[in-house]
Structure formats: C-alpha cells, structure tokens
C-alpha cells in the first residue's frame, strides 16, 4: 500500500517456498453483477458445493492483504439470502465473530447458493463514480471456515454496465475485448489469485502496452472520468516503459507473467494504492495526466506499488504468509516490506524519468524534516510504529500523527534504506550496493510465476552480509526496535549532502500548497494552515500549540486584517523582520479568541544542499541502470 498524504524482532522462522495455486478442496462460483454501480451497488451470486448437510460455516475476509489488518468490510453486506435445491435456508451469524455466518443446511442438499449485495461507501477512496469502478473481489466472497486461501477454488465471472470495459490480471476465458456481450468468464482460479486480482471497469478505458517478450507482457490500463483523461503523451509513456525497464536492471527476474498496472483518473477514487502479485491497484486525480503538479506529485505511486510485486507480494515476512483470511497478520517486518519499497519506489521514480531531478533530494528533505518533527519519536519506536499500523492507520487525528508518530515505517525505513545503501557503497568503494541486495534477494535468481517466499530478519540480515559483511543486526536494532531521537540521517550526510532550513519553500511544497490551497508552515508555526484559515494540526512545542491554538481552530485575522494565506505569510516575514509577535484572532468551535504568537524565524522549509568536495552517492543511486530509451526488454 501506498501512503498518499506526506506522510522484527520476532518473525517466525519459515524457510519454504509454496505455490500460491495449490490442489483446491473447494470449488465455488461467484458471478458478480455490476450493472447496479450507479447505485453504488455490487450484486453477488455465490455456488458452494457441500459434502453434507448441517450446520455449514462460511466466513467473511477480515485480514486483507496489502492493508495488512482486520478491515473486511463486513458492515457494507446486505441482502444475504440462501438457498439449498431452491429452498430458503436460514442463517445466524456467530455470536463470537461477525465475520462468521451459520446456515442450516438440510440433509442431502449438495450446493449451497447464497445472493447477497455489496453496498460502497465509507472511508477512504470511493470505488465507484458514474464512469468507472473498482471491484475488489474480497469484498464479495464467503469461503469454508478452515479453508486455506490457496485450498479454496474460484470460478468468477461478471456482467458489466452497457459499454463498459474490463481490466485485471485474472485470466478470462476469451478476450474481454472481444466480448461484445458485457459479461466475462474467468477461469478457476484460487481463492488467494482472486482477492489478489481486483477488476476495474469503466466507460472511458484505455490500455498501453509496456513490454512484452518471453511468454510475458506487461501493460497500464488507464480509466478516468472523460475520455480527455486517459490520452497519456508520449513522454508519460516513455516514464512507464522505461519503470518496466529500470526494474527489470534493478530485480534481474520477474514474478509474474502478465501484469497490469491499474489506474483510475478521477477525484472521487483518488488516493488508491494497493499492490498485488501480477497487478496494481492505483487511483490518482482526474488531471493526472493533464496537470505537471498532480503528475509530479504522484511520481513514486507506480515504482511502489509496482516494486510491491517482488517486496511484499514474491518475498514477504513470515507473519504475512497466512493460511487464511481469518488469521491474524503479524506487521513487525513492515519496515522491510514497506520501508525498502518506499524506497525503491522514489529511486525507481528518478531512474524511470517519474520525478524531475532534485526530486530525490528534496523528498528526501521532507521526510528527514517530517519526522524530525514528531514528539512522539521520543517515546516510541519504528517497530512500534508497524507492529501497531492498523491502530495507526485508524487514527484520525491529524495532530496525533505528530504526537504518537504516523506509519513511520514508510518513510524512516527509506531513510534507513539510503543509509544501508551507502554504507553498502562506501565499504566496497562503489562496487556494490543495495541494488546488488535487490538483485539477490528479490530477483531470486530467476523468474517464477507468483508464489510467496517468506522470510525473517535473520534472512534479511544474511543476504545484506553476503553483499557487505558488516553488524546490520547491530544497524537494524538502534534504528527499528531502540528510541532514535531523529531520523537516520547518515545516508544523506554519507550520500555528499547536507539537511538544512531555508526560507524558500521547496518544489514539492509549492506543488502541494497549489493543489490543496493551503500554506505549509510545518516547520515555522507548527501547521498547515487551509485558504480558509483552519489549522489543519498542531505540534506541542512549536509556535501556535504554545499560544494556545488548538487543532482545527479557524484563524479569522492576521495583525488585524482579514485572515488569507497571502498575509500570514507577510506577517510571518516582518516578524521576523521586526521582531514583533504575530496578532492572531481565531474562532475555536464558536469562543473568539485574541492571541499573539511570539515567534521571529520566518518561514522554514527542509532542503539537501551538495557538500563540496564530497562524492555525490545520491546522484549516483538516482541515475538510471538502462540507457535511456530503452523500453522493458524481456528476459
Ligand atoms: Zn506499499
């Protein structure tokens, strides 16, 4: 998964490989019918074959991969009825675990049919507009309680709205291009390849190829709002090609055989993220491939969840190799899992020509300064941080990202990457490097359809030492499971550049403050403050949480003018200029308040600046490994 705002020590020993295929126990058929999304609605059909009759247990996905924590969204169920040879068959759910559903089952009924409806909405991206929707088959499936995800078969097919196209990674029976119908048949597949393989559709949909050779291909298959929307340049074409290319250099062999890359372009089901085996599930604004900013802004979404493929999805930590959906997902090796993907995923950005140059730099920047920022690292460490994600990821609270920490392990954990990685060049003088971990411990030495290859901390420590002998358990114990009282910052420093303060805003904050119309003082006051005045945060100790400002006040007026983004800059200025406290009046839940705010340092961005002298590691893991041009040769 893929955070989109700016934000082990007890791994259990495994050392086997397993297909994800395996011989199915159970064979269900599930047609789906999207013809209802303008209402939001997926209607679902499900055939489950039974030995006997009796009391017959289906659960629910509750553990989902990806967001590796118990979000099923059992609660958007509705319309469940059954049936055995046309009989209604009546069901309880389990008194003890809501994602479990008793059906009584006469004696000699061989199949049990459930009908059920799947209602969108809640938190997070939507999954249907007019023009297009996401289908994330866990979301419309029951399977045996006990079942392993890879026992389970799956024979699904769906009918979508008139004109509508499909994309996915699962394999239909024909083209679905070449079905004039709306209804496409998939073969069987196991359970854990169809939740692993959501389906997007839409009216306005559009795929590129990207490489294909050896039996293998790989394409983007782009829905948006309008047809306008998914008419990428030749330039954004050449980015993705050249991202198929550069991790092919990167990985050396692929785990997958046909992927697609999926992305929607539309403000409503903006902000997706989700990696898979052979796909990637991506939503990103409508103006994506219009608007410089958005497209920038974006830059690492396609390197993570694609780098994904092989770090989380091939290779995985021992904890998030379940039998089934029902198990509890154990996250301390998320900042392996998470952390190096967010780190080839901005390295993989450069490379490809994603980001502009200097972007790493100053990615790099606000990572270093986001996290500096954060009381709450005094009290709590990175393995903390994604042993408890899913707590993390729940919590609403934009001041208490500050205050407990946010999901740390994305971006500390690339931080500590860039450190290992020039550590790793420094030691063999440039011979080797992370790449050559990469290489070995997800490329794997050769390319394989999906399966899972779990691993532990100890694996993860023995392929680093036999690229560069060094203490890494030593590395990883201050860094992940000991309080660090800033931010690993010894890559940048190490990398020939040096973390500083300026008062220029840098380019990803000028992007960010234009597409969300707010102003970033982070680093200043203490908040991002919105066009319409309202703190979106505040960090103890910085300027505003010191007068008293609590988050989501709405500040009315600046040095007695009206409140706008343009004269909190200018009184932040000539304070600093003249030495005298900020006026501030602002409205907390209906109490006016008059305040000032003592603070003279100006406005404060993060920035890398080149030490002099020095041999500039950071230009060198940005550079590509491919000449450019090149576009995705397959082994
Ligand atoms: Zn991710």
């Known amino acids: 998964m893929k955070i989109r705002a700016l934000i082990g020590a007890a791994f259990v020993a495994v050392a086997f490989c397993r297909p994800a295929i395996a011989q199915a126990a ?6 789906v019918d999207a013809t209802d999304v303008p209402h939001q609605i997926w209607h679902a059909r499900l055939r489950v074959p039974l030995a006997h009759g009796g009391d017959t247990v289906l659960v629910y996905p509750k553990w989902i991969p990806g967001a590796h924590g118990p979000v099923g969204p059992v609660a958007n169920l509705g319309s469940l009825r059954a049936t055995a040879g046309e009989k209604p068959v009546a069901w309880q759910r389990d008194a003890n675990d809501v994602y479990a559903f008793h059906f009584a089952v006469p004696d000699g009924a061989t199949e049990l049919e459930l009908s059920y409806d799947f209602f969108e909405g809640g938190a997070g991206p939507g999954n249907i507009t007019g023009q297009l929707a996401v289908l994330d088959w866990n979301e419309v499936v029951f399977y045996p309680q006990g079942a392993g995800i890879r026992e389970v078969s799956v024979t699904p097919d769906i009918t979508l709205p008139a004109g509508w196209t499909a994309a996915t990674a699962l394999p239909p029976v024909l083209p679905i291009a070449t079905l004039p119908s709306g209804h496409v048949q998939f073969a069987a597949v196991a359970l854990e390849t169809l939740v692993d393989s959501p389906l997007y559709c839409g009216a306005h949909g559009r795929a590129y ?3 294909s050779g050896n039996g293998m291909t790989n394409e983007i ?9 998914i008419d990428a340049t030749p330039d954004q074409i050449a980015h993705w090609k050249r991202l198929v290319a550069e991790a092919d250099a990167l990985y050396g062999y692929r785990h997958w055989q046909h992927y697609h890359f999926l992305l929607t372009l539309s403000d409503a089901a903006s902000g997706r993220g989700l990696e898979h085996h052979s796909s990637s599930a991506n939503g990103t604004r409508e103006r994506y491939l219009r608007d410089p900013d958005i497209y920038a802004l974006n830059s690492d979404l396609l390197p993570h969840e694609y780098t994904h493929s092989w770090n989380g999805k091939f290779r ?14 154990v996250d301390d090796g998320l900042w392996v899992y998470e952390g190096m993907t967010q780190y080839w995923g901005i390295v993989l950005a450069q490379r490809s020509g994603l980001s502009d140059p200097g972007e790493f730099e100053q990615t790099l920047a606000s990572y270093y300064a986001s996290l500096d920022a954060e009381p709450g690292r005094q009290a709590r460490t990175l393995l903390d941080t994604a042993v408890a994600q899913g707590l993390t990821r729940a919590a609403q609270s934009p001041s208490g990202r500050f205050a407990r920490r946010g999901e740390d392990y994305y971006i500390e954990s690339a931080l500590m990457w860039l450190d290992a990685d ?3 060049r420094t030691h063999t003088h440039g011979k080797k490097s992370l790449d050559d971990f990469a290489r070995a411990f997800l490329g794997y030495g050769r390319n394989t359809p999906p399966m899972v290859v779990p691993y532990t901390r100890a694996d ?3 392929a680093l030492n036999r690229v560069d002998r060094y203490d890494w358990a030593g590395f990883f114990r201050t860094r992940v499971d000991e309080i660090a009282r800033h931010p690993p910052q010894d890559g940048i420093t190490r990398g020939g550049w040096r973390f500083i303060y300026t ?7 000028q992007m960010r403050e234009r597409s969300s119309s707010s102003i970033d003082m982070t680093y200043s006051l203490g908040s991002t403050i919105g066009a319409d005045g309202t703190v979106a945060f505040t960090i103890e100790g910085m300027p505003l949480a010191r007068a008293g400002l609590p988050p989501g006040a709405k500040i009315l007026a600046v040095n007695g003018e009206a409140f706008s983004l343009e004269r909190l800059r200018i009184a932040v200025d000539a304070a600093a200029r003249d030495g005298k406290p900020i006026g501030l009046i602002y409205d907390d839940l209906g109490t006016i308040v008059t305040t000032s705010v003592p603070y003279r340092g100006g406005e404060r ?3 890398l600046v080149r030490v002099p002298g020095t041999p500039d590691l950071l230009a060198a893991i940005a550079a590509p490994k491919t000449s450019v041009g090149a576009t995705g040769g397959a082994h």
Do not use: C
């Open 316 to 329: 995985r930590p021992a904890g998030l190799d379940v039998h089934d959906y029902q198990q509890p997902m």
């Open 26 to 31: 159970v064979s269900e058929t599930l047609s």
């Open 422 to 424: 020039t550590l790793i």
């Open 209 to 211: 190829p990207l490489a």
């Open 221 to 229: 298959d782009v829905y948006g709002e309008t047809a306008a929307d």
């Open 605 to 607: 961005y993060p920035q």
């Open 503 to 509: 008062a220029a805003p840098n380019r990803f904050q």
């Open 460 to 462: 993860v420590i023995a």
